[in-house]
């Protein structure tokens, strides 16, 4: 289970972070990461982090501005967003995979989904 919190409503060119909390069998996940889904939009990822050697991985459009981290548990996912713009609106989604991904930033790479937290910058 997948749970999230944070997000809400930011100023351009300030900062908002968000946490997940995962639960359950825990140990069998491999990879965490974040995506968003702006009205009208497809589901894109914007950080990944594989938990076997934290290697990180953004999109283009996050890279230098969002970073992602996990705990010293491992259950507690971050994505501290930076130098917020307008295009990052979006409602944000911490997800889990439990096997490697060749792809890390794409959705069908993950099993497990949180319920969804709204991101608004203005």
């Known amino acids: 289970q997948l749970v999230e919190s944070g997000g809400g409503s930011g100023e351009v060119g300030r900062s908002l972070s968000l946490s997940c909390a995962t639960s359950?069998?825990?140990?069998?996940?491999?990879?965490v990461a974040w995506f968003r889904q702006a009205p009208g939009q497809e589901r894109e990822g914007v950080a990944s982090l594989f938990l076997g050697t934290g290697a990180t991985y953004y999109a283009d459009s996050t890279r230098g501005r969002f970073a992602i981290s996990v705990d010293d548990t491992k259950t507690l996912v971050h994505l501290q967003m930076n130098a917020l713009k307008p295009e990052d609106t979006a409602v944000y989604y911490c997800?889990?995979?439990?096997?490697?991904?060749?792809?890390?930033?794409?959705?069908?790479?993950?099993?497990?989904w949180g319920q969804g937290t709204q991101v608004t910058v203005s």
């Open positions: 359950g069998d825990t140990g069998s996940v491999k990879y």
């Open positions: 997800a889990a995979a439990g096997s490697n991904a060749w792809y890390p930033l794409r959705s069908s790479a993950y099993n497990w």
